[in-house]
């Protein structure tokens, strides 16, 4: 298909890539449901199976380290089988690794299933698809997109946790199980009927432009292209910058709030239901949060952004441990600060990496950056299961988070300058549409 000229959309139509966006936001809300289920399961396990929170830690590390590893190679496999079919599989892999969780009885199948399969699945079904639609569907907006459909994953806990977490103190853990699996393969039909590659398949240009892209044949493997864009990251100081921050984001948010805060409040007293409250709350407030973020992103200084929102994330993680003795009040001002700064740092961060390394690279850089977020949040979420285990508490952990966070706070501030890449990465001429 050869490029041509078109005339803008008109803006009494709905573009197509609204509807793209709207099924990516569902796909990522169920994922995000999938990924926050073990915070549910590990006072249960506990009880049923003797396992400490350690060993189970072990396995949920697997989990968040596979779902970042997964990224950078998951927007190679998109480029090379298309959106449809790779989260069509994806959703499949989840429906099969969480029912199949409902008859494990020991150690290495919880590791193999929730670490390894879910973990794989999850990882396709990640912030890195997001960014993908966002980049091939969006011209104007793109910003308010990506928060849009990164607070999808703050939604998913809002939705679900609830929910599931009353599923686990009346039917038990392994109904939970069962509802997740049943989620993830209700959506298959939904992504095979509506989800599309490129505005292209359509005939039409991005949401904004006024140009079609043309869609063009394979060239560079895009597996190869992923590991391209890790060595040219790698001689880049923004890329080290924006993999530390990330590596703290990761720590102190799924690593350690997502998997802990529940067994935590339940150390202090707190019923799961009302735990799973909490993180519903930062759930809702993220929504809000991190769309604002996504259309700040469109107007200011990424890195002045992220300095802020890195600092409050800190300071109200050093408050979180002292949050037990105000009453449930002090838990609830937590959950609304700490929330409205749960994954707003996506946007100017996927900003900041296509400022550095070019738009048509921004999904693929991202991925790379979002893998050491997982490596980041796989260390808070074993680390902190060894700290409970050996301490009796996460008063450690929380405050260390904190003063983490004061330090991506410093280091956001000296992203940018010059590129530090000595030579571009390979485009793949399927991603020169995107």
């Known amino acids: ?53 350690a060993t189970i830690s072990v396995a949920i590390a697997v989990n968040i380290f596979l779902y970042g590893m997964i990224g950078p190679f998951a927007v190679a496999i998109i480029e090379r089988f298309g959106l449809r079919r790779s989260v069509c599989a994806a959703l499949l892999v989840l429906a099969a690794g969480t029912a199949s969780t409902a008859w494990m009885s020991a150690p290495w199948q919880m590791l193999l299933l929730w670490g390894i399969v879910v973990g794989s699945g999850s990882g ?40 599931l977490a009353s599923l686990a103190v009346s039917q038990g853990w392994r109904a939970v199980s069962l509802a997740v699996a049943a989620a993830a ?62 590596f703290i984001c990761g720590a102190s948010t799924n690593g350690l709030v997502g998997t802990h805060l ?10 799961e239901v009302t735990a799973a409250g909490l993180l519903a709350l930062m759930g809702l407030c993220d929504l809000v949060g991190t769309t604002a973020s996504g259309w700040l992103t469109d107007r200011f200084d990424g890195r002045k952004l992220l300095a802020w929102y890195y600092a409050l994330r800190g300071l109200s993680l050093i408050f979180l441990p002292y949050s037990f003795d105000i009453s449930f009040y002090g838990l609830s001002l937590f959950a609304v600060f700490y929330g409205l700064d749960w994954i707003a740092t996506v946007p100017p961060t996927v900003s900041l990496a296509g400022r550095a390394f070019g738009e048509e690279n921004a999904a ?61 990465i390979p485009a793949s001429p399927q991603a020169a549409g995107a």
């Not at 569907?137 to 703050?154: C, D, N, Y």
């Not at 005939?203 to 394979?218: C, F, N, S």
């Open 364 to 424: 693929l850089m991202f991925g790379w950056i979002a893998a050491v977020h997982q490596i980041g949040a796989a260390a808070a979420a074993s680390l902190a299961g060894v700290v409970r285990t050996n301490s009796g508490d996460y008063f450690a952990a929380f405050v260390a988070a904190g003063l983490l966070c004061l330090v991506a706070a410093l280091m956001a501030m000296f992203v940018g300058g010059p590129h530090a890449a000595d030579e571009p």
């Open 124 to 163: 396709m079904v990640a912030n890195v698809l997001g960014a993908t639609v966002a980049n091939r569907w969006f011209f104007r907006h793109r910003g308010l997109v990506l928060g849009l459909l990164t607070a999808s994953s703050a939604t998913g806990q809002l939705v679900f946790l609830p929910m």
């Open 1 to 53: 298909m050869s490029a041509r000229s078109t005339k803008p959309i008109s803006t009494t139509r709905i573009h197509y890539a609204w509807v793209v966006a709207a099924v990516t936001f569902v796909v990522l809300l169920v994922g995000a449901g999938v990924r926050a289920t073990p915070g549910i399961m590990i006072v249960p396990w506990e009880r049923e199976f003797g396992w400490s929170a």
């Open 262 to 271: 529940i067994p935590a409040c339940i150390d202090h007293g707190i019923p």
């Open 185 to 246: 393969l209700a959506l298959v039909p939904l992504v095979a009927l509506l989800l599309r590659d490129r505005p292209s398949d359509f005939g039409l240009p991005r949401y904004g432009e006024a140009e079609v892209k043309p869609r063009l044949a394979d060239g560079v493997n895009p597996a190869r292209r992923a590991l391209q864009g890790l060595a040219t990251g790698l001689r880049s100081k923004d890329f080290w910058l924006l993999s530390g921050t990330f």
